[in-house]
């Protein structure tokens, strides 16, 4: 149980043009879902907090305008990088969980590159 | 804010040793603490979850400790084999998951 997937799984985009990655829970409702990114060699750090029906809640230096998120239902949420640009090629993944429990669902992350 | 460090950063031991990797982190405020493995260019696999109440966790090869009222975890791996090459990731939950940097190990067959 406690599944979540990612779509893409890669993706390849120009500067400048937008690139929306999905997160979805296939077998629980998730009324939390997470936004990680991972540069090369780095670890995970967390970009944003989203809480099904709310507005997300972005880690310092993440910007809100630029990597948008929407978590419209309870089984899906999506992160949009607007005006992409090559340094926000990265590794990104999303996590799932739902409340009172202190437990997150990893997806299997998309690769972003930006030509 | 908490903060997550994994020591070594990199380690390379030839195959069949036992080994230790080790995770500190400085907010003992924690609900539980979890290990992953990540393979270059992959998504995460979850290891091992110690819930704060707990002392240790088991499967396999794997056994992982947490002491909170030092901050501290080990992941001991025994027997170690070529195919545990990956790296090793130790996260603290306190409402937000934190992450260290990694421990990048190889096993030399």
């Known amino acids: 149980g406690a599944v979540v997937s990612q779509h893409p799984s890669w993706v390849i985009c120009k500067s400048g043009t937008s690139v929306k990655i999905e997160c979805r829970s296939l077998?629980?409702?998730?009324?939390?879902m997470f936004w990680y990114r991972q540069f090369p060699k780095q670890s995970l750090m967390l970009m944003a907090t989203s809480n099904e029906g709310s507005k997300a809640t972005y880690e310092q230096g993440v910007e809100k305008d630029k990597f948008l998120i929407n978590h419209a239902s309870l089984t899906l949420s999506t992160l949009t990088v607007t005006s992409a640009h090559p340094e926000d090629s990265s590794f990104y993944i999303c996590s799932a969980s739902w409340t009172g429990h202190y437990e997150q669902y990893f997806g299997p992350g998309t690769r972003l590159t930006v030509t | 804010k908490q903060e997550v460090t994994q020591i070594p950063a990199a380690l390379s031991v030839p195959e069949g040793e036992n080994l230790v990797l080790n995770c500190s982190f400085t907010?003992?405020?924690?609900?539980?603490l979890q290990w992953f493995r990540q393979d270059p260019g992959k998504g995460l696999t979850s290891l091992l979850l110690?819930?704060?109440?707990?002392r240790e966790q088991t499967s396999g090869r794997l056994n992982a400790s947490l002491d909170k009222s030092s901050g501290r975890s080990t992941l001991y791996i025994a027997a170690s084999q070529p195919g545990d090459s990956a790296t090793y990731l130790c996260a603290v939950n306190n409402n937000d998951m934190r992450f260290g940097a990694g421990t990048r190990l190889t096993v030399k067959p």
């Open positions: 077998d629980f409702q998730a009324t939390t």
């Open positions: 907010d003992s405020a924690i609900y539980n």
């Open positions: 110690i819930q704060s109440s707990q």
